[in-house]
């Protein structure tokens, strides 16, 4: 099982040097830090195209957008690993086990995946297992209520 959580430092980092590009300066520098953002700013790249595209253009002017940018890409990078790990796993022939993953919420105490997703056995969601996949999800994750609370909200 994959758990991401909100609020995660790594992903509101990379969500941060996206934002501000100049201020991804200060770690450029330390190989390691680059080693755990790097990788992350792809997938908030992809989050953040998806919420242009079911909100609009405009979307990064609302007051909650770095808010539900950092949950989008949250959700979004805990898919992306839990597929990565099954198909590590499927390579080694381990065909038997499946990799579920979630969100946990801090702020609820409670695990979130996006919707549709769930699998009525563990409540937790399967990643998606192709592009056409990918992209439905990340389409879930931006029209979920989650993402839309996080824009109306108010700084």
């Not at 022939?93 to 801090?106: A, D, K, S």
């Not at 992209?135 to 979920?144: E, F, H, P, V, Y």
């Amino acid at each position: 099982m994959i758990l991401g959580h909100s609020g995660c430092g790594a992903v509101s980092a990379a969500v941060d040097a996206f934002l501000h590009p100049l201020g991804y300066l200060s770690v450029s520098t330390s190989y390691s830090l680059r080693g755990i953002l790097d990788p992350l700013l792809v997938v908030v790249e992809a989050a953040a195209r998806e919420l242009g595209a079911t909100y609009g253009s405009d979307v990064a002017e609302q007051p909650g957008y770095r808010d539900a940018l950092i949950a989008a890409s949250v959700a979004s990078n805990a898919a992306q690993v839990a597929f990565t790990l099954q198909r590590e796993l499927t390579g080694l022939g381990l065909n038997e086990l499946r990799v579920v993953y979630g969100v946990y919420r801090l702020e609820t105490r409670e695990v979130w995946i996006p919707p549709g997703t769930a699998d009525a056995a563990t409540r937790l969601a399967h990643p998606p297992t192709d592009p056409v996949a990918f992209g439905q999800l990340g389409d879930a994750i931006a029209k979920s209520d989650l993402i839309a609370r996080d824009l109306s909200r108010q700084e």
